[in-house]
């Protein structure tokens, strides 16, 4: 299996702050890496998908970016509801792997 | 858009089996997507189960694969889970949600609300 690794597992900023969320994969994946976000007692929520890539509807103030092992989930102007948890995905394999999840705390 | 709805007991004894369904709405079973589940534990993150395309082809994540049986009921525009020999470990917040597929790129999109079974006796 391929193992998904966020490098924090928790992060504390501010208001307006930039912040960037971190994710390893344990073998190359070329860009198959999705971006979820969770808000507490609420389903996953989707945001970036093939590594860079913007779902609809998603702020703009959300970017993602990398390739290979190493990606990044950055946002760019921290507004109050982005309190959440994030999860990275790998969907280069079955079985399909989350990292263990980065709470923003705002 | 796709809606999905998880269904099913929310409590389950010890070497029982777990059984829920997943109806969706919106749009059919029968597109071009996988059909999956993934859970949560408590305080915990995300572990894929298994999927299944509405032809019936199913693939399990490998942990849980002697005990997981995924089906599909194109009539009903449903899926189902059922989870054998369960034990407090199995205790998890069940989510279905479609494996949205675009060429060779595939993301879980949309999710179900989400339903919490609890093994106990």
């Known amino acids: 299996d391929i193992q998904m690794t966020q490098s924090s597992s928790s992060l504390s900023a501010s208001v307006g702050d930039r912040v960037t969320i971190t994710c390893r994969a344990s073998q190359t994946i070329s860009s198959y890496v999705n971006w979820y976000q969770q808000k507490p007692g609420k389903a996953p929520k989707f945001l970036i998908y093939v590594a860079s890539s913007l779902q609809s509807g998603v702020p703009s103030r959300f970017s993602g970016s990398g390739s290979g092992t190493d990606f990044t989930l950055t946002i760019s102007s921290l507004q109050p509801e982005d309190s959440a948890t994030y999860y990275c995905?790998?969907?280069?394999?079955?079985?399909?792997?989350f990292g263990q999840g980065t709470k923003l705390e705002i | 858009q796709v809606q999905l709805q998880e269904s099913g007991p929310g409590l389950v004894k010890p070497s029982g089996t777990l059984s829920l369904t997943c109806v969706v709405s919106?749009?059919?079973?029968?597109?071009?997507?996988?059909w999956s589940w993934v859970r949560q534990p408590p305080g915990k993150g995300l572990e894929w189960i298994g999927e299944i395309y509405h032809t019936g082809i199913t693939s399990y994540n490998p942990s849980l694969k002697s005990r997981v049986t995924i089906s599909v009921d194109k009539p009903k525009n449903q899926f189902s889970l059922k989870l054998a020999s369960v034990t407090a470990a199995d205790t998890a917040v069940y989510y279905c949600?479609?494996?949205?597929?675009?060429?060779?790129?595939?993301?879980?999109?949309?999710w179900g609300q989400g339903t919490l079974v609890t093994v106990s006796s």
């Open positions: 949600a479609r494996l949205t597929t675009v060429v060779t790129k595939n993301w879980f999109d949309p």
């Open positions: 919106g749009g059919s079973i029968s597109s071009s997507n996988w």
């Open positions: 995905q790998q969907s280069y394999s079955s079985p399909y792997t």
